[in-house]
């Protein structure tokens, strides 16, 4: 439990009113928004997503979070709009005499959320690029308007959106081994301890979105990411294939938030299954009277480094099954 208590900003789906709230933990923060925004709820009956739609599942994970950040509250199976969605939904409202010009605004109002998003991009192309060399808060005030960051420049806080995933990914496989009673709890705490470790070591990866780290950044110099292709492709088969620089605008910065940092063999579906069967396994393995280990460096290269994830499109990212695409085993003899 945190010693003190952390000031959040917290607003509800519809994004109608806003209030500060402080609070030790996550139960704490739902008890206090309860009262705050006087509903007909229980604590357990409210969750909250950050703007990008991450939830936070666990109190671990919002430990990590800053202090201001905006969370939004949401009932039990409801989903709030991202800040993507909802620039989106302002766009189309400013330019709707444009838009509805034509037979290509039949295919911008009627098409899935992806192709509405890569349209979007499309129509933000106008924006004046020369602004994304600029890096200081005070040299590019607009870029930083409506965030709850205290990063003073555009780096530093793409340098945490990129820890931000990566955390998520943690927290998210710390939870599903934690509640596991079939595997032995004390490998269990053992691997969550070595994998934590290395993600300190490596500043759980923030370096993936920050353009000053030449070898660890995914996207070049000037910060223009290129989509990496679907996970069973070598590279983006769109012509051009899909760009983004999110230090361009503040537009660009919230479409950036639809990319996504895609597992080619999949956490759930994959690597996780073989984690646990690599932690029972060394549990009753005894090979020469030596016990197996849990090969922790490859399990941490698939869950969290760019040895297994892919940056894409929200077009070429397929969250189908990846059925040729196979992890482990995590098991050394």
């Known amino acids: 439990m945190a010693s ?9 789906a519809e994004r109608k009113s806003r209030v500060g709230i402080a609070a030790k933990t996550l139960d704490d923060l739902k008890k206090k928004t309860v009262d705050k925004f006087k509903l007909k709820l229980s604590a357990r009956d409210i969750f909250f997503q950050t703007q990008d739609g991450t939830l936070v599942e666990s109190d671990d994970y919002f430990q990590t979070l800053h202090a201001q950040t905006l969370l939004v509250w949401v009932k039990n199976g409801e989903k709030a709009e991202t800040d993507a969605e909802i620039l989106y939904k302002t766009i189309r409202e400013v330019n709707d005499e444009y838009l509805s010009a034509g037979e290509k605004v039949q295919e911008f109002f009627t098409e899935k959320m992806k192709s509405k998003v890569f349209k979007l991009a499309e129509v933000l192309r106008g924006i004046d690029g020369e602004k994304a060399k600029l890096s200081l808060k005070c ?3 607009e870029w930083f308007e409506g965030l709850d960051s205290n990063a003073k420049t555009k780096e530093d806080y793409m340098f945490r959106r990129a820890q931000d995933r990566i955390r998520g990914y943690f927290y998210k496989t710390r939870e599903e081994l934690l509640k596991n009673s079939a595997l032995p709890q004390s ?6 301890s070595d994998l934590h470790n290395k993600l300190k070591l490596s500043k759980y990866n923030g370096c993936y979105f ?8 995914l996207c070049n110099r000037n910060g223009e990411f290129t989509c990496q292709g679907r996970w069973n492709k070598d590279k983006c088969l769109y012509s051009p294939p899909h760009a983004i620089n999110p230090y361009d605008s503040r537009e660009a910065r919230i479409i ?3 990319w996504n940092l895609d597992h080619v063999v999949e956490r759930a579906r ?6 646990c069967q690599a932690l029972k396994g060394a549990e009753c393995t005894i090979d020469a009277g030596r016990e197996a280990s849990v090969d922790v460096k490859a399990i941490y290269n698939d869950l969290f480094t760019s040895n297994n994830l892919k940056f894409v499109h929200i077009v070429c990212h397929d969250k189908g099954a990846h059925s040729t695409k196979k992890a482990g085993p995590y098991l050394l003899y």
């Open 210 to 217: 920050d353009r000053r780290d030449p070898t660890g950044s």
């Open 270 to 275: 994959s690597v996780l299954p073989q984690v």
């Open 187 to 192: 490998r269990v705490q053992d691997l969550l």
């Open 4 to 12: 003190t208590a952390k000031g959040f900003k917290v607003t509800d």
């Open 139 to 141: 040299d590019h005030p």
């Open 256 to 258: 950036f938030q639809t």
